[in-house]
């Protein structure tokens, strides 16, 4: 069954401070690989899609890598803001289905001042 | 600034009553998707359209769910009749013409639903 993971389920960190959140998947054969912030009670925004051959994509302060190989994401996130508080999801979609997104359960990020 | 809109934002009904929500896409859009989300089951897919046809509603409870889209602005998503495991937060989103595999979706803010 095609799965998505992601760890951990919760962080809180500093404001100013680093973090990186994982994924692990074993969507096959895999599209794309995307990663998405969720505001408390707001739709999903992407941050980053990136595709089989990619291997890093950054968008200001976020920064995502993958390994097709070892089937492994990360985000980091650089000098974390309080607006960062947010739940980060992690989404693939394969080849076959490629509107069909997998989503992981989604990690929950606290910034705190 | 385009957005897809949905309403109403938030529902509160009881078990038994018809739901309705709705969603107008960003313009242009060819693609409108029915999402889910509950604690539980983090987001399902419950229908995707494209160009107005249903293409895929094998996540949707069909008997007591229905997605239509009357026209390119707008999509609906009924519940009739509702039950208290139908509370959730309802997510349309809608995607340009597929291009090159990276199928882009938008998320709208979401209808959260309290069936009592």
């Known amino acids: 069954k095609n799965q998505v993971e992601q760890s951990p389920q919760s962080l809180i960190i500093l404001e100013g401070k680093n973090c990186t959140l994982q994924?692990?998947?074993?969507?096959?054969?895999?599209?794309?690989l995307r990663w998405y912030k969720q505001d408390t009670g707001r739709g999903p925004v992407s941050l980053t899609i990136?595709?089989?051959?990619?291997n890093t994509k950054s968008n200001g302060r976020y920064t995502a890598t993958l390994d097709a190989d070892t089937k492994q994401s990360s985000l980091h996130i650089t000098a974390s803001q309080l607006s960062d508080s947010a739940s980060y999801i992690c989404?693939?979609?394969?080849?076959?289905?490629?509107?069909?997104?997998?989503f992981g359960s989604g990690t929950r990020l606290l910034v705190r001042p | 600034d385009a957005r897809v809109t949905q309403t109403p934002r938030h529902k509160v009904t009881e078990m038994g009553q018809e739901v309705t929500m709705r969603c107008q896409p960003i313009?242009?859009?060819?693609?409108v998707f029915w999402y889910r989300q509950t604690m539980m089951q983090g987001l399902e897919l419950l229908a995707y359209?494209?160009?107005?046809?249903?293409?895929?509603d094998s996540g949707m409870p069909k008997d007591r769910f229905s997605a239509e889209m009357p026209d390119a602005t707008l999509a609906t998503l009924k519940i009739q009749p509702s039950e208290p495991r139908d509370s959730a937060v309802y997510f349309c989103?809608?995607?340009?013409?597929?291009?090159?595999?990276?199928?882009?979706?938008?998320f709208g803010p979401g209808t959260r639903l309290t069936v009592l």
């Open positions: 994924c692990n998947y074993t969507v096959s054969p895999f599209s794309n």
């Open positions: 989103a809608s995607g340009p013409p597929l291009a090159g595999g990276n199928n882009e979706q938008f």
């Open positions: 313009l242009g859009h060819n693609t």
């Open positions: 989404v693939v979609s394969g080849l076959s289905s490629s509107y069909k997104l997998i």
């Open positions: 359209f494209r160009n107005r046809a249903p293409l895929d």
């Open positions: 990136m595709t089989f051959s990619e």
